[in-house]
């Protein structure tokens, strides 16, 4: 079955840490993004990436770090600096920028 | 700045209803837009892509329709029902290569 995978589910770390949020995709897509979700705010773009081995920042990039090595993968990684992390963080993919976006199920990272 | 909103925030209907839901736009210039529906603490699935160039588009129970120069898109649902209960969001891309804005959904409550 095609479509996109994101792990863990669930994901806890203490404050301090970085964390990486996984991203595979098996739709041969071009562009992938990254997104935030937090309760009342919607969706807010992090990162996005039109093909390998080049990304843009969105709204809100400080404090996470993407990599686009792959073609399938599109990793991020929230790092110490990012102020309030815990978020539900959302991958998606398109044929082409600009094209019908599709999410992953999601990742809720909660730092204590 | 492109700022998507929807109205209303939260919806009940009971089921068998016929329902309209709304999102508005600030900058006409857009690329496309996009309804999804997302189920609590789950990622997001495409229900329907209008192109700049479409007045609307339509899957099963669902009409989606756009104009542009008003800066307006609605959903129409069907004969409502149960299963329907979920948040409905709204996005748009504005120029090519950039990614989706989103509004912050309408809440979709269906009673049988």
């Known amino acids: 079955d095609g479509g996109i995978t994101q792990s863990p589910k669930y994901l806890f770390r203490k404050e301090g840490q970085n964390v990486t949020l996984s991203c595979e995709q098996n739709?041969?897509?071009?562009?992938m993004y990254w997104y935030r979700q937090d309760p009342g705010q919607g969706l807010r773009l992090i990162y996005y990436?039109?093909?390998?081995?080049?990304?843009q920042k969105g709204d809100i990039a400080e404090g996470y770090s993407v990599s686009r090595e792959k073609k399938e993968s599109f990793p991020l990684t929230v790092t110490s600096a990012q102020k309030n992390p815990t978020a539900f963080y959302l991958c998606?993919?398109?044929?082409?920028?600009?094209?019908?976006?599709?999410f992953g199920p999601g990742t809720r990272l909660t730092v204590t | 700045k492109q700022e998507v909103t929807q109205i209303p925030a939260a919806l009940s209907v009971p089921e068998g209803e016929n329902l309209v839901l709304n999102c508005s736009f600030t900058?006409?210039?857009?690329?496309?837009l996009q309804w999804f529906r997302q189920d609590p603490g789950k990622g997001l699935t495409s229900l329907l892509l209008?192109?700049?160039?479409?007045r609307e588009q339509t899957s099963g129970r669902l009409n989606a329709s756009l104009d542009k120069s008003s800066g307006r898109s609605t959903l129409y649902i069907a004969a409502s029902q149960p299963g329907d209960s979920a948040t409905y969001l709204c996005?748009?891309?504005?120029?090519?290569?950039?990614?989706?804005?989103f509004g912050k959904g309408t809440t979709l409550s269906v009673s049988s």
């Open positions: 998606a993919s398109s044929i082409f920028a600009d094209y019908e976006q599709y």
């Open positions: 739709l041969n897509h071009d562009a």
């Open positions: 990436s039109q093909i390998v081995n080049d990304f």
């Open positions: 900058d006409s210039a857009i690329y496309n």
């Open positions: 209008i192109q700049s160039s479409q």
């Open positions: 996005a748009v891309t504005g120029q090519a290569g950039t990614a989706l804005i």
